[in-house]
């Protein structure tokens, strides 16, 4: 990766699982990225924070571009709250046989 002095930022998000979900699409694409600031972000130092996906300045447009590109469509975080839910023990809560008796079919394997 290039020089501390030609890294640009290219987003921030609020995790670092984020971060790296980005940088494993770019360096996919060709395009290096590094993740910075993973460790004061959330509950790790307890210091509020965002984390920053880091570029080269050179392949900043192309990054931008595949940034946008790979954006998830609009309005997919109220798709993500309206789909089914888990239980505690990984059955949704639409399934046939929701109660308890249909839990335990599940468990044997006899649905």
């Known amino acids: 990766m290039a020089g ?12 670092e ?10 360096e996919s694409q060709g395009v290096p990225a590094v993740v910075i600031g993973g460790l004061t972000a959330q509950l790790r130092a307890e210091a509020p924070g965002l984390v920053s996906v880091m570029v080269r300045r050179m392949d900043l447009p192309r990054a931008q571009a595949l940034l946008e590109q790979n954006a998830p469509p609009p309005g997919w975080e109220d ?6 839910r888990e239980d505690e023990e990984g059955f949704f809560a639409d ?4 109660d308890a008796d249909g839990r335990e079919a599940r468990r044997r394997g006899d649905l």
Request: hydrophobic share 50%; net charge negative.
């Open 79 to 84: 798709e993500a709250e309206a789909a089914p």
């Open 17 to 26: 699982l984020s971060a790296l979900l980005i940088v494993g699409d770019l």
């Open 95 to 98: 399934e046939p046989g929701d």
């Open 4 to 15: 501390a002095e030609d890294l640009v930022v290219l987003t921030r998000v609020p995790d």
